[in-house]
């Protein structure tokens, strides 16, 4: 696997505050640092998606995907302010080069941002998942000041706020249609016209449609007043606004159940289902759908009386925190947005914690033995 880059620099800004800040000083305006957030954010989710596109067999991006491409600002040098930056070094899996995919997510944004600055549309080999989180590049530059992207070869391309404004404008004029799952409740289900009414997790209501008629019994089955409905995972083609926000279901193609009311901790991982990002005073990301699934899996296994005194609940990286106090030891369980599962029991004052990596199997062994 190759050594994280020593000096990235994937951009350069220039003009208004950034001239500004490289007169005889270097510099980088701290109220226009949410732009390398936003570079880093559009860098992940292309390589992403790009990644998922040549991989569509696999259901999980390899281990330490994102924290790979993760950047840290190094320093900043003279001339046109360009922030130096440096790769993420964590844990990875090793057949997975993280290089590869920077190199070839930092060339797909240069290419699209081309596309733009030449008021053309953007390249069919850009994903479509992409889109809003490459609108959201650039919003806070001024009108005298640009941003210059460099891709891998060298080259780079110039990317103003009017340029952007013609990428709004693709985006808003056209829905985005793409293929994938979403996650939600089913409700005014209407046989005879194949339509329903779907709200998602944030509650935000979109009507829905679909061909297959043998999917009547299976949709009709988790169809139920909102407050009480199963959460269900759609596996359908649906299109988005310009705020990536769900706008229609175009057609359905299967229907699964995550998480009933009657389901052993239902009550409570509905509640995890129905958190967005930023439910922490702006903190805090939605808890991943596979850690909530996770633990779902995981109450199945236990009796009622293992389960009544369980507390569940998320935690601000997206993961999901289950705990119990039993006998003067606290168990808990964090499970990562990945599935990847953290187990610690505390005994009594005076003796060492118990820490490690637990499956599914010894987290129930390990709960039982504490359980009178």
Sequence with gaps: MSEPPDDFKPLRLSGGRFDEASVGTVGFPLEAIAELARYERLLIKVARELWRKENPHR????????EQLRLRLTTVTEGCVTPVLLRGQGDADRLFDPDSWMHRAQSSIAEALSAIVGEQQLPSAFPAAARHTLVQFGSSLRPDELCRIVDPSGTDVAYTQAARHHLVGIVASSEVTMDGTLVGRIGELDANRRTFRFSDRSGRRVEGSFRQTGLIAELRQF??????????????????????????????EDVDPIVAADDPLGSRLRHLLELYDGWHDGDGLAPALTAIEWVRDFAA????????????????????????????????????????????????EGTPAIEGIKDGEDAVSSLRALTP
């Design 301 to 348: 296994e236990l009796t009622s009386e293992q389960l009544e005194p369980l507390v569940v609940g998320p935690t601000l990286e997206g993961g999901v925190l289950v705990e119990q106090q039993v006998a003067g030891t606290r168990w808990s369980l964090e499970i990562d947005p990945d599935g990847e599962v953290h187990a610690v029991t505390v005994p009594p």
């Design 59 to 66: 259901t999980r991006a390899p281990k330490g995907f994102d």
């Design 223 to 252: 169809t139920d007043r909102d407050a009480v409905a199963t959460f269900v995972r759609l596996t359908c083609r649906y299109s988005t606004d310009a705020e990536q926000r769900v706008e229609g279901i175009e057609d359905v």
